[in-house]
């Protein structure tokens, strides 16, 4: 695209990335340093996540954006919103929160403006040819097991609020450029999609024999995030059906 500019380097590569992020207005970090639990993934990505905020301010950038996860609500509650207090119970959320914390203290130290996104599971295809894709392994192994032919079972009335990755960029882009924006926004659908479904729409896209089983679930009711200020913001509801049955074409086209 004309006026964009492609840097390639490493997250902790700090002085490329602090050259990156001169006369910027905006950072919008959304990388993850993936790793063995206990020292790669909560030390050092924390650590990099913490002086990439430093270094942003530093250099003068007005805004930081940083892509956290709904993780960091865990364990969930019947009903959760922005307004809840941060509590984790694995290190992926605990990594995440910490990143928040400490975007929070980079702003607090010089002056500027942070906004956090809290994505839930993230679906749809790659962006293009050749683009990151990652799943949640649930909808991963479901896929498998139907491409197998084997029984795909999944708890009774358990399910989760997604989130479109379209509607994660889209969301990202109008945050960078609000002018006074909350400080936190959940970033999911409003309405919660079941592993049934799921399931059955997996079956149906592989073209598998396989059947569905349902088993008894120890989730009820099913815990929700209100999506209110996502939905004022955006102007309407957030729907990722046909974000997750494009997503799971991906899969089948991958794991074949």
């Not at 909560?42 to 990439?52: K, N, S």
């Not at 975007?103 to 607090?108: E, T």
């Not at 009335?157 to 945050?175: E, H, I, M, N, S």
């Not at 309407?236 to 899969?251: E, F, K």
Request: charged residues 20%.
């Amino acid at each position: 695209m004309p006026g964009l500019t492609i840097v390639t380097a490493g997250l902790e590569e700090r002085k490329c990335i602090t050259q990156a992020l001169e006369g910027q207005d905006v950072c919008v970090h959304a990388a993850l340093l993936w790793g063995e639990i206990g020292t790669e993934l909560e030390m050092r990505d924390t650590a990099v996540a913490a002086q990439l905020f430093d270094d942003a301010g530093r250099a003068g950038v007005r805004r930081c954006m940083f892509i956290s996860s709904a993780a960091v609500h865990r364990p969930f509650a019947l009903e959760m919103s922005e307004e809840d207090r941060l509590t984790t119970t694995d290190y992926y959320g605990a990594t995440k929160a910490a990143g928040e914390i400490f975007l929070r203290a980079a702003c607090a130290t010089h002056s500027i403006k942070g906004v956090v996104i809290r994505p839930g599971p993230v679906v749809g295809p790659p962006a293009f040819a050749g683009a990151s894709f990652r799943s949640d392994q649930c909808i991963a192994n479901m896929v498998t097991a139907a491409i197998q032919a084997r029984p795909v079972e999944v708890p009774s009335g358990d399910g989760r609020q997604f989130c479109d990755v379209a509607v994660l960029a889209k969301l990202t882009r109008v945050l960078a450029c609000l002018e006074n924006p909350e400080s936190t926004y959940v970033c999911v659908d409003s309405e919660v999609l079941t592993w049934e479904w799921i399931a059955r729409q997996i079956v149906a896209c592989v073209n598998s024999t396989s059947e569905v089983r349902i088993v008894p679930s120890k989730q009820e009711p099913i815990p929700r995030f209100l999506t209110q200020r996502i939905a004022q913001l955006l102007g309407g509801s957030m729907d990722s059906r046909d974000a997750l049955v494009a997503h799971i074409q991906t899969l089948v086209q991958a794991l074949r």
